[in-house]
């Protein structure tokens, strides 16, 4: 088949977030618009002739589509292998450990993450480097920049691919392998958990669980871990089959979007534990038996439990959050006197750490947790760690957590999110505080007296780069925070994030609600930034 050129004009709106590029689907339908991106990776990659791709997604609205375009320009470009997931599909950890198994230059991940997927919603492709984690800054940059030049793309006019049959075969002399997307991804989590212990727990009935796959990637692995390898009965599962739209539901693993299981964890009918994964099988929601597990915490009780997991026996060489994520972790290091990084938001700021084996567990407050056995955070792994706390500690989920508390004290912690902020308001929201921050160091709020206030920039200790303009943070003397960002995952408008932190040391006092602990702050919030009254908004669309 012969390579065919096709002329092509730019498209102004292809510059990539912190997770790859997330439009609406009828965006991706435009004459070209897949197409334009893809061939500006390829464009700006290396000596990719001859080289391995790996290609997957979560399996939502225009996947297998997109996967045969995708197909047809990168066997145009000269790659010499494909390795697709079965049906397109392809959870993004699992992504991650197929390219670093297999030695691939990289791969394509299509997914809008937690985002709703359906043919009025959203659609999202990234590139994953060849360590299996997503492409730093320096990379996206230049994906964009060639995004706004381009005037042609290859293909081949060609047969779709069979995706559902599992096997190879050679098209134009490429090898395109069609492989199971959960055993490798299976086979690895058996190299890092006691299943063993966790078989016996689970089949005593010491451990009940449900997990909430959402409709969403995680509930072929979830079936074939959870039921086939470990026992659980197959009604430990609910919404296990994947589906194109998500069952119309949001696939964010929350309180609020996992009502579902929520409604049952916090009724007298919860087994031991609860979980949830969300769109592309990369966060996970922590629940116990009436109660609920904030992110920040996990990444905390993971690190200061870590050694009761066969694969980190040996210890932790360091850990990381991002800037947001509360500082319950860092006390943690403290205690076991290993480092602790604070990045940027954006899972591939961890990347250059674990690379360099500066850190073994990393995690950020959206409900994402992960280590060095991949790139990517990765959410069955997460219900898989905390199993397997529970098997080895022969606690309850709530029992760990006051335990944790009890040694460390309490980082009480809430997020609220105001989704779909019309933008000129959210960068007027954001101009604002960045004109108010030289005002406040050293003032007084009542109680809160302000320590530092700032815009924070990160340089990376491996190779230097620096990344700017990544939230503005209000510190304060007792140890408090309130941090401001506005994130790049949505894809209408801004969604301005507004993080709340306060420090409790006083064991009387780590039950009360987190809300009613945090009230003062979020009057501060609202007085700094006064999203409320620009916006006319009563309130926060999300908290978490």
Same mark, same amino acid.
Do not use: F, W
């Given at each position: 088949m012969q390579v065919k050129i096709i002329t092509t004009q730019p498209y102004d709106d292809q510059n990539p977030g912190t997770s790859g590029l997330r439009k609406k689907v009828k965006t991706f339908q435009k004459p070209g618009y897949l197409e334009n991106f893809v061939q500006s990776i390829f464009d700006s990659l290396e000596d990719i002739n001859g080289k391995t791709l790996v290609l997957g997604g979560d399996g939502r609205y225009f996947n297998r589509q997109a996967i045969q375009i995708i197909i047809q320009i990168a066997i145009a470009n000269g790659f010499g292998e494909l390795i697709i997931g079965q049906g397109g599909l392809l959870s993004t950890p699992a992504a991650s450990h197929i390219i670093r198994k297999n030695n691939a230059y990289g791969g394509l991940v299509l997914s809008a993450s937690h985002n709703p997927g359906g043919p009025d919603e959203d659609f999202g492709i990234k590139y994953n480097v060849s360590n299996g984690g997503p492409a730093p800054e320096k990379y996206t940059d230049e994906f964009y920049k060639r995004s706004q030049s381009i005037a042609s793309y290859k293909?081949? @006019?060609?047969a779709d691919i069979d995706l559902d049959r599992i096997g190879s075969q050679t098209v134009n002399n490429v090898s395109i392998t069609v492989i199971d997307p959960v055993s490798d991804y299976a086979e690895l989590m058996e190299s890092i958990f006691d299943f063993g212990l966790l078989k016996n727990s689970i089949s005593s009935g010491y451990i009940t669980l449900l997990f909430d796959a959402m409709h969403a990637i995680t509930?072929?692995? $979830?079936k074939r871990i959870l039921v086939d390898m470990l026992g659980a009965s197959p009604e430990s599962l609910i919404n296990a089959v994947p589906l194109e739209d998500f069952g119309g539901h949001h696939p964010d693993p929350n309180l609020a979007h996992a009502h579902e299981l929520a409604e049952v964890m916090f009724s007298s009918l919860a087994p031991t534990f609860g979980a949830a994964s969300d769109g592309d099988g990369d966060r996970n929601m922590i629940t116990g038996n009436n109660i609920f597990v904030t992110p920040s915490d996990s990444l905390a009780i993971m690190a200061a439990n870590a050694q009761l997991i066969p694969a980190y026996a040996k210890g932790l060489s360091g850990v990381a959050r991002s800037m947001p994520t509360s500082q319950a972790v860092d006390r943690v290091a403290a205690?076991? &006197?290993i480092p602790c990084y604070e990045t940027p938001t954006g899972w591939k700021f961890f990347g250059n750490l674990l690379d360099a084996g500066k850190i073994t567990l990393c995690g950020e407050e959206s409900f994402g947790t992960g280590s060095d056995h991949i790139r990517e955070k990765d959410g069955l792994w997460a219900v898989l760690f905390w199993l397997n706390l529970i098997a080895a500690k022969h606690q309850s989920v709530a029992d760990i957590v006051h335990e944790h508390w009890r040694i460390f004290g309490r980082n009480i912690y809430?997020?609220? @999110?105001?989704? $779909?902020?019309? /933008?000129? +308001?959210? &960068?007027e929201l954001i101009t604002h505080l960045r004109k108010l921050l030289p005002t406040l160091a050293g003032q007084s709020f009542g109680d809160y007296a302000v320590k530092y206030a700032d815009e924070f920039s990160y340089e990376d200790s491996v190779d230097n780069s620096i /990344?700017? &303009?990544?939230? +503005?943070?209000?510190g304060f003397e007792n140890g408090s925070r309130i941090v401001f960002r506005l994130s790049g995952t949505g894809t209408v408008g801004a969604t301005l994030r507004i993080y709340l932190e306060k420090f409790e040391p006083d064991s009387s006092l780590h039950n009360q609600d987190a809300q009613v602990a945090l009230a003062k702050l979020a009057e501060l919030a609202e007085q700094f930034c006064e999203i409320k009254k620009r916006t006319g908004r009563a309130g926060a669309d999300v908290v978490t």
């Open positions: 293909t081949l @006019d060609m509930g072929p692995y $979830a205690r076991l &006197n809430c997020r609220h @999110d105001y989704e $779909a902020v019309e /933008s000129g +308001i959210a &960068n /990344s700017k &303009n990544q939230g +503005i943070r209000i």
